[in-house]
């Protein structure tokens, strides 16, 4: 997969996104990460890439101009199809199924905004979609275009040493295709198997995997309830997983579900 970054830091996503799994993504030849600076693009002896918004205020908004040579310059530098995404706050937000479908494409541009924003007609006629991965304001896109790049790039069949990681994650569909909720991730372990802040819970010592997956699917069950609610639909609940739900909830002292 190719990621090209418009942006007046491109250095910045390009750094952020060289190490761990987004890097050996790079390494293994899974992800090709290209930046664009528009400031290269812009006429005149000072590179102007921003002026005065028309109707006063505050700050500065980025010209139509630069950015859009910026663009198609990221567009012609391969022949695949690519999707324009502005990070922006008046996106829709960034979520796990939308890392899955960003993930399938060959190609991805993200455009990244400073100052107050970007001239409304270069989003409108060079941008498919916005994107925000929070609801708060950032200095500029960088810090929200290096989220996708991770969120996507560790998507990519091979980035991970272990496939089944990905699968497991949190807001992940479950694995056997047949639907279900939405859940976080359940807590993990590993050695010492006793320490000072407690022990290892004995299903996961005890080799059955059958029992080790119930286990967990009902931490994910209980811990999203608890942490989520608004991921769970009650109503869409299968019999034997609000048992497993009850279950937990009666352990950690609470309620039932749907219960005060």
Request: glycine share 10%; net charge negative.
């Amino acid at each position: 997969m190719r990621i090209d970054v418009v942006s007046l830091f491109p250095d910045f996503v390009a750094q952020v996104a060289g190490h761990g799994v987004v890097g050996r993504a790079g390494e293994r030849g899974l992800l090709s990460l290209h930046g664009w600076n528009p400031r290269d693009f812009a006429e005149g002896n000072y590179r102007r890439v921003d002026d005065r918004p028309f109707g006063g205020g505050p700050g500065m908004v980025m010209l139509i101009d630069p950015l859009r040579a910026a663009l198609a310059a990221a567009r012609a530098a391969d022949p695949a199809p690519a999707r324009v995404v502005y990070l922006s706050p008046q996106g829709r937000p960034l979520d796990q199924a939308k890392a899955r479908e960003l993930a399938a494409l060959p190609r991805l541009v993200l455009l990244c905004g400073r100052y107050e924003g970007v001239d409304e007609r270069l989003l409108a006629a060079e941008v498919d979609e916005e994107l925000s991965i929070g609801d708060y304001v950032l200095s500029g896109g960088e810090l929200a275009a290096a989220v996708v790049v991770d969120a996507v790039a560790r998507l990519l069949p091979g980035a991970l040493n272990d496939a089944e990681s990905a699968a497991q994650d949190s807001f992940e569909p479950p694995a056997d295709g047949k639907g279900g909720p939405l859940l976080l991730d359940c807590p993990h372990y590993t050695r010492p198997v006793v320490h000072a802040l407690g022990a290892v819970p004995p299903v996961l010592l005890s080799g059955n995997h059958a029992d080790i997956a119930r286990w967990r699917y009902q931490q994910a069950l209980g811990r999203t309830w608890q942490r989520r609610p608004d991921l769970i639909d009650l109503t869409a609940l299968s019999p034997a997983d609000r048992r497993l739900l009850d279950a937990w909830l009666a352990e950690a002292g609470l309620p039932p579900a749907g219960q005060d």
